[in-house]
C-alpha cells in the first residue's frame, strides 16, 4: 500500500521568495516520487521524479527536491518564485512493482504575489 | 511528437445518460490510465489498461468501465450518469519498458451533469 501527504493545501510566496511545498510518502517497497504541475484547465505536467538515483532531483522551471527516506518526505523547492509558478502541484508515489497505478496527494495551490 | 489527446474537452450530460471518453496515448506508450478529478476527492485512480487488458482498477463502481484497443488507444465509458460524476478526467500514458512510472497526461475531458 502507499499513500502521500501534501501538508498546506494553500500555500502563498511572494515573488523572489523561496517556494517550499511539502511532501511525505509512505510505501511497502522502494518508491518512485514525482512532483507534477497543473495549471488551470489542463492535464498535469512532470516536474522532476525520483526513481532510486540521485537523492537530489533537479526538475525544470528550476524547481528541485530532494528525497529523504529517514524522514519518508520528498519536499519541493525553488530558490526564487516567478508569477508564473502560480498553479497546483501534486506529489505522486508509484511502487516500482505496480506500474500505473501513481497515487497522488490532495495538491498544493501555490499562489505568488508580486 | 504528438503529446496525449483526449476527447471531446467538453460536454454536458443529463443524469442517466451515458458518455464516452477516448484517449490516444503518445505514440510508442503501451500503458494507459484514466483518473478523476474532482475538488472534494482530488485525483482519484479509475484504472490502467496494457496491451488491451485492464491490469489494475480503482475503486469505482461498475457504471466505470474501459478498453483498450490494439493502437493503445483507450476509451472510458459512463454509464447512467449521476450528479457526482461530474469531473475532469484525466488520460495519462506511460512507457512501459522505461519502469520509471512517469505519467504523460491529456488535457482531459470535463464532464458536467446536470
Known amino acids: 500500500a502507499q499513500s502521500v501527504t501534501q501538508l498546506g493545501s494553500h500555500v502563498s510566496v511572494s515573488e523572489g521568495a523561496l517556494v517550499l511545498l511539502r511532501c511525505n510518502y509512505s510505501?511497502?517497497?522502494?518508491?518512485?516520487l514525482f512532483w507534477y504541475v497543473q495549471y488551470p484547465n489542463q492535464g498535469l505536467q512532470l516536474l522532476l521524479k525520483y526513481t532510486s538515483a540521485a537523492t537530489l532531483v533537479k526538475g525544470i522551471n528550476g524547481f528541485e527536491a530532494e528525497f529523504k527516506k529517514s524522514e519518508t518526505s520528498f519536499h519541493l523547492t525553488k530558490p526564487s518564485a516567478h508569477m508564473s509558478d502560480a498553479a497546483e502541484y501534486f506529489c505522486?508515489?508509484?511502487?516500482?512493482?505496480?506500474?500505473?497505478?501513481?497515487?497522488f496527494g490532495d495538491g498544493t495551490t501555490l499562489t505568488v504575489k508580486p | 511528437k504528438a503529446g496525449v489527446t483526449q476527447t471531446p474537452r467538453y460536454l454536458i450530460k443529463t443524469r442517466g445518460q451515458q458518455v464516452t471518453l477516448s484517449c490516444s496515448p503518445i505514440?510508442?506508450?503501451?500503458?494507459v490510465s484514466w483518473y478523476q478529478q474532482t475538488p472534494g476527492q482530488g485525483l482519484q485512480f479509475l484504472f490502467e489498461y496494457f496491451s488491451e487488458t485492464q491490469r489494475n482498477k480503482g475503486n469505482f463502481p461498475g457504471r466505470f468501465s474501459g478498453r483498450q484497443f490494439s493502437n493503445s488507444r483507450s476509451e472510458m465509458n459512463v454509464s447512467t450518469l449521476e450528479l457526482g460524476d461530474s469531473a475532469l478526467y484525466l488520460c495519462a500514458s506511460s512507457l512501459e519498458q522505461a519502469n520509471t512510472g512517469e505519467l504523460f497526461f491529456g488535457e482531459g475531458s470535463r464532464l458536467t451533469v446536470l
Open positions: 505514440s510508442g506508450h503501451r500503458s
Open positions: 505522486a508515489v508509484r511502487a516500482n512493482t505496480n506500474a500505473g497505478k501513481s497515487t
Open positions: 510505501s511497502s517497497v522502494p518508491p518512485y
